[in-house]
């Protein structure tokens, strides 16, 4: 019982510390957030939205229209610029939350959106048009799509242009996955902006989708997003807008990227885009290799390593705690494991991010993926554990006594090193299955190898060669990690005859 | 000799549910003798043994060994208290287990210094030489590096008899140990056990081999249904009195 008291405590003094080391590290990410000499301001943006906000496929180095004019607007402001990539639905939640100061993404203007953020003067006027399967001559404007099922970013303009049209939205994360959606069948529509598609087009070299028509007659203006309370940072915006504007930079950036300048509200009509990226195929996956293995071994392994490490210290004292005659020592170790093994890693991920920076325990991506992986890790392989002490014999603990020894040498001594040898199969399960399990980071704004091949992806739309060789990268790992299992087993087991 | 009995029980009670196990027992056994305690299956003599060092916790009764006594009936000693009376306890006395309970990730010679280097904080060489003195002295010089699962089971109960011994304590307790054995091993074991008791350890010994008793007691107690029916020299197991004790002598001894 005294020992037990003393793991609970042990884990209750870990979590403090994790909890404190991460908060720590928010704190002084938020710090960074107050306005001093050159202020540096956090940018949300897609990165996978081209010609907008796009890595550029031969440097790898984030790029677009949008980039582009935020980088002008920083150098007339003064800020120092720190971009946060993530999903298109992600964006809003990360700026609601205070993870960025300002949404570069061709956000268009609209009155909901408005109601709740402050928007910069426009930098971009667009037409919004129709696309559908190539051969598909039913649709020509957005009377025709009610009924449809069109694939859009769930929080976009766009979609709500589609919904208030009638259709039903299927959602993606980028556009390209919409106009695979479109090719392969799955939805009838997408709805989107005039220049995205001619530069998909362009890129992919694709006849299967076609631009049928225009999504209503209204010019959209895209600008700069910012939280309500952030006027000061609007405003510097709308300063340096201004004088862009005056002395032709935004122009300037509009034709290199368009061929006309849309930075003005009576803007030329788009008409032609080279494409962000008109590579072959063979070209996009080699040009993708090293960033998906720049993501594997900067974010992925790490990511794994330091999640398995946390979750296994976290596991042993669960089990301990678990087995424990106390009841107030058992209970809190029986509810964790059952809330981790109860619910979706993808929840405890987007409660560790959202969840938490919404009650002002903002945590940076990899500390909360940490954190919700090695949680996660701690439940399942706590179990484990558990029943790898319990496979060893009652003998051994009494022969332990005999010779004076207490329960922690007992433990560390005797009962963990037999146990381990019990559990080493197990939990390489535990450590594949949590390989695997990073790619959900991505969710989280985590550039993990995933991301990497995502990123890849849409600019060029070539998901199959991509995803498989994300895959195969995953493969690799799992594969070596599983050889390894052998001679561990055989190095703890030893002495068995 | 001391007048003193170096152990001594008052009392010992013990009931797992409501089964009463030991129903007031006593015991006491001077220094330097080896005591035999024999009886029926269930009558409750292992639960006797294993209160001298509290794998067994007796619901009430005294337990002194030496200079350290534990009052199991006297509920206002605290935890800690607690702990630190039947550490010291079993700090006098080391065991032998019916299944050797040997230590299987360690070698022979390391099952013999956890408790000298781990526990008591010896040095290590000193505790190494007289590891290695206690392996000859049963029988196993050479096997020091070598896995349990590499042993016999005779051998294996040998290095559990040297683990016991390596401890230093001034009795060593023996639960029944030769019963896992194959019987062509058990001789190599009771060897080993009378060598002891004749070079003048303490001993404490539940057994069913009535003819090793017999040879080697200096004190037998027969135990039935958790009471002690008859005690005394080894006459006890050549000339019972107890008509109980008769009747299981009969049995053990002329089988079939």
Redesign the interface.
Known sequence: ??QSRRALALVVLSWLVATLALSGGAASAESAGTPAEARTVRVGTEGTYPPFTFHDPDTDELTGFDIEVIRAVADEAGWDLEFVEAPFDSIFPALDAGRVDVIANQITINPEREARYLFSAPYTYSRGVIVTAAGNDDVTTLDDLDGLVAAENETSNWAQVARDAGAEIRAVDQFAQAAELLVQGRVDVVVNDNIAVLDYLASSGSDEIQIVGEAGEEVSRQALTFRQDDPELQQEADDALARLADDGTLADISEDYFGADVTVEDAAEVTDVKGSDTRSTAEVVRGAAWPMLRGLLVYTLPLTAASFAIGLVLALLTALARMSSNRLVQLPARVYISAIRGTPLLVQLFIAFYGLGQIGLTIPPVPAAILALSLNVGGYAAEVIRGSILSV?R??Y?????????YP?LMR??VL??AA?IAVPPLSNTLLSLIKDTSLASVILVPELLRQAVNAASPSADFMPLYLFAALYYWVVCFLVSQAQGPLEKRLG???? | MSTTPLIEARGLRKAFGDNEVLKGVDLSADEGTATAIIGPSGSGKTTILRSL?V?EVPDSGTVRIADATVDFGDASVD??TR?DEV?AL??H???V?Q?H???????VLQNLL??PV???GREVDEATADARRLLEQVGLAGREDQ????LSGGQQQRVGIA??LA?NPEVVLFDEPTSALDPELVGEVLAVIRDLATSGWTLVIVTHEIRFARDVADQVLFLDAGVIAEQGGSEVLRDPQQERTKQFLRRVLEPG
């Open positions: 019982m005294q014999p003998g051994q009494e022969a332990a006594t005999t010779i004076g020894m207490r040498q001594r005797i090193p037999q040898r030893r002495y068995a005859a | 060092n794998l935890r800690s702990r550490e079993r700090s006395s080391g065991m287990f299944s309970h040997l230590f299987p990730h360690k070698t956890e408790g781990q526990v008591q896995y349990p699962s590499q683990r016991a401890l």
